[in-house]
């Protein structure tokens, strides 16, 4: 396993900028999620969009709340199924021109509205946007970076997401105690701040090498590679042998067959992975990350907080912020799975603490003092797992192939898992309804158990690994532990050897005859195997 040095020696200032200028749209993603988890309790928004509660004050009622939290996604869910055949026609640069704009016109139109149900449609835009950037911003990273920092670079989505989130909470507590509509206007009007940086950053980024190869531009790709590697790889050729080796793969997969979606039905290989997939992002949402961003400050408000809420809502962001900066800094080191394993765990404790005291009567402020702290550790726990791990282990499940496919059908389930448990816990929660309150943590924590029965057994480990070696590791069914003892033998694995630094296998991996044809028909018996 190589050193932190020597795996940080591969970052170059420009694949910083790239992975940074992309990471911007994890900002709008995170600003607009815990925006409006505390515009609900925001006085001001809900003089502006509240309904008259039994005692004269603005409230927002469980059709209200439900219908608010859960029509955004379908503006999502078009991002999320639209993003694959967009992604291929038109790359991912001017994909992020598109995001940019689709969030100055959400904002605009939010700040323009005068029912809640204006502002809801403002949001369908603005998670129109987030459909696409849970796809495009990993996909972009973990294409451009090298294997020793793709875990970093792909994960990169959540500790940006959790800082504009605290970003989010922050606006919204600034303005706790604010009746006028700039309470709620401010907080909302910031969110054009990061389609700005992109509009301005992203023409001074390059296009993934992966996709212009895919695309029969070769040359600019193997232009946009120099820039992204470091010297000493430029000068050794390393480039080009990865370009040559990319070339090679492409054209044989091509020759086998197109990617088609009903391979991820028929292929078992790709079948495996397309019920991985959707599982991480399952577990991500079901096991009380959705329900924290959605009601999550009102929950808190609801048991007696009051405008200390937005207090804690902030700290929560904050602590999720240190999660998933750990996760980032370590997946690379230690892996995916001891981390996905080790917050399952924590899942589990936390989720059960909110419901057992959450949920009895009467309340008392040390009860209280529990269930947030079980609530910043809770998510604490889901940043260091599957928030971070979801969107970086999907990115990487599909190959070269399917990689697009493949993530969209994980994506896709994100969107449904958290439309549901956005749309059914306030009836779960609330009279003359389900009626159970904070009980609700025990469905949460019988998901997390299962999420650790998942990621003991099932989940891959895919540290270190090239992309294109993913196939060669699915061709036969494994439990989650044997993964990192595969070795690999085909194109891929070259490949991920000369983004290593790896000259003897740069030598291999040029156009031509020799060891590099040998290796080209051993990736090729590998593909058909699959």
Known sequence: MPSFRESWSHATPYLAFCVFTFACGDLIFGTDTSTFGSLQALPSWLNTFGTPGPNGTKILTTYQK???????????????????????????????????????????VQLTSHT???????????????????????????????????????????????????????????YAKETRKIGWMVPIGVQMIPAVIILFLTPLTVESPRWLVAHGKSELALKNLRRLRRRVDVDNGLCEAEIAALEKVIEHERSLSSARWRDLFTNPSYRRRAIISPLLFWFYQTTGNSFYNAYGPSFFKEIGLGSKSFTYATVVQLVGAVGSAIAIFLTDRVGRRPLIITGACGLILFDFLIAGLGGSAPRTTTNNNVVVASFILMI???????????????????????????????????????????????????????????????????????????????????????????DELFEHPHWGWQYKHIQTTGMGAQIARIQGGDVTAAQGGKLGDGEGAEDVKDDVQHIEKV
Not at 82 to 107: C, D, N, S
Not at 145 to 170: D, E, H, K, N, Y
């Open 116 to 174: 809640w149900i204006v502002f809801t449609v403002g949001r369908v835009f603005a998670y129109l946007a987030v459909g696409y950037i849970e796809n495009l911003v990993p996909m972009y990273s973990a294409e451009i970076a090298p294997p020793a920092l793709r875990g970093f670079c792909a994960g990169l989505l959540t500790p940006v997401i959790t800082l504009s989130s605290v970003w989010g909470a922050g606006m919204c507590q600034a």
């Open 66 to 108: 439900s219908i608010a939290n859960s029509v955004i996604f379908v503006g999502r869910i078009v991002g999320t199924t639209t993003f694959e055949p967009v992604a291929e026609r038109f790359g991912y640069k001017p994909m992020l021109y598109g995001v940019a704009l689709l969030q100055i016109l959400a904002v605009i």
């Open 380 to 470: 604490f726990s889901t940043k260091v797992s599957w928030a971070t791990h979801c969107f970086l282990v999907a990115s990487e499940l599909g190959g070269l192939r399917m990689r697009k496919k493949v993530m969209m059908v994980g994506t896709t389930m994100d969107v449904f898992s958290n439309w549901l448990v956005s749309f059914t816990s306030p009836y779960i929660m609330n009279k003359p309804y389900g009626g159970i309150g904070g009980k609700i943590g025990y469905i949460f924590g019988g998901m997390a158990v299962l999420s650790f029965l998942f990621a003991i057994f099932v989940v891959p480990e895919l540290r270190g690994r090239g992309l294109e070696e993913v």
